[in-house]
């Protein structure tokens, strides 16, 4: 996808923008994100383990509005699940160009994020109100150079009727090289990310409800366009674990729960 440049970093900085070196930018172009992600989950019963797969492959299309806000859809979405009922492939016609509403500042910070009602066959299987928690790469204050670290904390708090969610995410950042994508130069920006997670919800279709204390870490890199303010693509890997208790009308049952994330994202224009 990428090469390294010749050129230095310091090269490189000189011969952008400053203004453009920081912020994201605030083109009505429509841009399309081909996202892949894939989860591979354990449960750890007193009776064994329970292992399960979910694909999630999709191209997402996103596009600046009015100040900071923007709008996104789902211009494709594949779903496939895997577990002790065999394999699922629903069908996601009803989920395209459903209207997600947000804002992004000019540093990548997403906020009040409004998800659209989400068909019920899709529920069990996705929840696109996360769609966008850690989509696009935190800027810092500073010109984006190589070598050049920060860091940033996320939180992130849901809570209904009948559910709560709160994710903490502490990610450190390091510019770590310059590089082109096509003809396009870039930054490549590693991440190291911790996190923890709360979760409380009914189980789908299940007259159950789940409550989950999860921590985790994970790593990966994003490459960013300086020049054109873009976001063109972000590989990351990660694991997160912890105790889960489910009750309903049979009563309590305490397990643990393991999820494995990778997850690719590339512009596609």
């Keep these: ?31 399309h994100f081909r996202q892949s992600t894939q989860l591979r989950m354990t449960l750890t019963t007193p009776q064994g383990e329970i292992p399960m797969t979910v694909d999630q492959n999709a191209t997402i299309a996103f596009v600046r509005t009015s100040g900071d806000s923007a709008r996104a ?12 009922q065999g394999e699922q492939r629903p069908a996601t016609d009803s989920a395209l160009k459903l209207p997600f509403q947000l804002t992004l500042d000019s540093r990548g910070r ?34 984006l150079k190589v070598g050049l670290a920060w860091s ?10 009948d559910r709560f969610l709160r994710w903490v995410r502490r990610t450190d950042y390091r510019v770590e ?45 994003f490459v960013f366009a300086p020049k054109t303010g873009q976001l063109l693509a ?7 674990e912890g105790p889960m208790k489910v009750t309903g009308s049979m009563g309590e049952m305490q397990m643990n729960q393991s999820i494995a994330v990778t997850n690719s994202i590339d512009l596609v224009k």
Excluded: C
Excluded at 134 to 142: C, H, N
Excluded at 152 to 161: E, G
Excluded at 234 to 240: C, F
């Design 1 to 31: 996808m990428s090469r390294i440049l010749i050129a230095s970093a310091l090269a490189l900085a000189g011969a952008l923008p400053a203004g453009a070196q920081t912020t994201y930018s605030k083109s009505r172009d429509t841009l």
């Design 73 to 84: 859809w789902f211009d494709s979405l594949a779903i496939s699940a895997k577990g002790p």
């Design 110 to 143: 997403v906020s009040n994020v409004v998800s659209p009602k989400w068909p019920s066959e899709l529920q069990a299987m996705a929840d696109p109100s996360r769609s966008f928690d850690d989509f696009f790469l935190r800027l810092p204050a500073k010109p």
């Design 152 to 161: 940033d904390t996320t939180v992130h708090t849901d809570s209904t009727a």
């Design 177 to 221: 090289r310059d590089t082109t994508v096509g003809a396009t130069q870039a930054l490549v920006v590693r991440t190291k990310q911790a996190m923890t997670a709360s979760i409380s919800a009914p189980v789908p279709n299940q007259g159950m409800r789940s409550d989950a204390q999860l921590t985790g870490e994970s790593d990966g890199y």
């Design 234 to 240: 972000r590989r990351g890997q990660g694991k997160i």
